[in-house]
């Protein structure tokens, strides 16, 4: 069964329309017709079965038939905050692999040796709904906060600190680490150093690693 992303979609409402690039997605790609069912995901946790009730190149309408609520949902809350990569290929294969794998939220921060100071959100947007905040050592957050670099310095691993089932916060520098005023900033703001192996990984694969880890010391 087909699978689209409709983050509007609300649970109350028993019709739905697909956006135009989705219902020409829909009628002219996958030639689904009239009867067809579909699957439909809000990235909250909401997954919906529907049938076609009018294949609209433009505006496909669709009957909401089932609902299901916090489907798939995690045990866990996991938020990787990552500086993008010069490379910008090299960032959308972290949001599509990270997806892949399970995240809650990301976030792209702009560091001192950042060599990319910005990037197009609505093309990272199709690949995964991203929060772009620039600073995130302030703000509030429930839960357990770590720091990833290179730095000489005590670090720890994932596994000895954190703790099953809660929320966690992660934050990836750029290609030449984050600077050791930046280090200490986060320090003081209560992060932890943690580090993810002896090699020295690329950006998106720190990202990608950290994601991993957490999931996986979640499993049960």
Known sequence: MNLFY?????????????SEEESKHCVRVLRL????????????GGLYIAEIKDAHPKRTILQVIDVQTGYNKRNHYLHIAIAPTKNIERLE????KATEIGIDE???????RSERKEAKVERLNKIITAAIKQSLLSRN????????HCEDGDKINLKQDIIPKGKYLILIGPEGDFSPKEIDDALNNKFKAITLGESRLRTETAGLEACFEANFLNRE
């Open 33 to 44: 017709v009239v009867g067809d069912k579909v699957q439909l995901i809000d990235g909250k």
């Open 141 to 148: 957050f429930d839960g357990q906060k770590f720091i990833a």
């Open 106 to 112: 990301i976030s792209l921060i702009i560091c001192q």
């Open 93 to 96: 294969w972290f949001l599509e």
């Open 6 to 18: 409709t983050p509007d979609i609300e649970p109350s409402h028993p019709q739905y329309f697909l």
